[in-house]
């Protein structure tokens, strides 16, 4: 019997550290895709799969309460 595994990706979403989080709503603005929220005077991933994984949240949270778990690196294409 043959067996095929397969791996399931499931997105990092951004961290919020509520001891750090004053509620802002800076986040909210920025956010481009409306997953982000303040409730209960903390912010929240509201929209999981709206989430693009912009660093705008993490960018301007003036409190640095914002971050995401894992380093997006770009490198440029060489030609030989």
């Known amino acids: 019997m043959n067996t095929t ?30 997953a982000v929220a303040v409730r209960d005077g903390y ?4 929209n999981a ?3 693009n994984f912009c660093p705008l949240c993490e960018s301007y949270c003036p409190t640095g309460a914002i971050g995401r778990p894992f380093t997006i690196t770009f490198c440029s294409a060489t030609t030989t």
Do not use: K
Request: glycine letters at 6%.
């Open 49 to 51: 799969d709206a989430c």
């Open 5 to 34: 595994q397969s791996a399931i990706h499931v997105p990092q979403l951004p961290e919020i550290d509520r001891n750090r989080c004053n509620g802002c709503g800076l986040c909210v603005a920025l956010c481009p895709t409306h």
């Open 43 to 46: 912010a929240v991933i509201v």
